[in-house]
């Protein structure tokens, strides 16, 4: 088999690329967002916030879980969603290391 064209990058590039996509729909930013004010929640809870299915946002959380964005337990029949702090350090830390380099550049750039 042939190799994929996410093959000719990092392990890191690709990584950057899977958390950016999953912060690329306003929903997950929503969502995102509905979990830093609440702290944790219920998935019932979230779709009650949006305007979307509860099939779409049950979507929507498994991109952000799946990227490492979010985490979730089991508690009795529902699911409890909160923000997963290791996935947001790779973003501030990638982040960081643009706003060091722009720091330095300033007025320099074509």
């Known amino acids: 088999m042939g190799a994929t064209k996410t093959d000719h990058f990092t392990d890191h590039q690709n990584e950057l690329a899977i958390l950016a996509k999953a912060l690329g729909h306003p929903a997950r930013i929503a969502i ?3 979990l830093m ?3 944790t929640c219920i998935c019932g809870d979230i779709v009650n916030e949006l305007p979307l299915a509860q099939p779409t946002v049950s979507q929507h959380l498994k991109e952000l879980k799946n990227a490492g964005l979010i985490k979730g337990s089991i508690e009795g029949t529902a699911i409890c969603y909160c923000i997963n702090e290791p996935g947001f350090a790779k973003i501030e830390v990638f982040f960081n ?3 060091q380099y722009l720091d330095k550049k300033k007025n320099e750039c074509c």
């Open 32 to 34: 995102l967002e509905y």
């Open 97 to 99: 290391h643009i706003t």
């Open 37 to 39: 004010k609440v702290d």
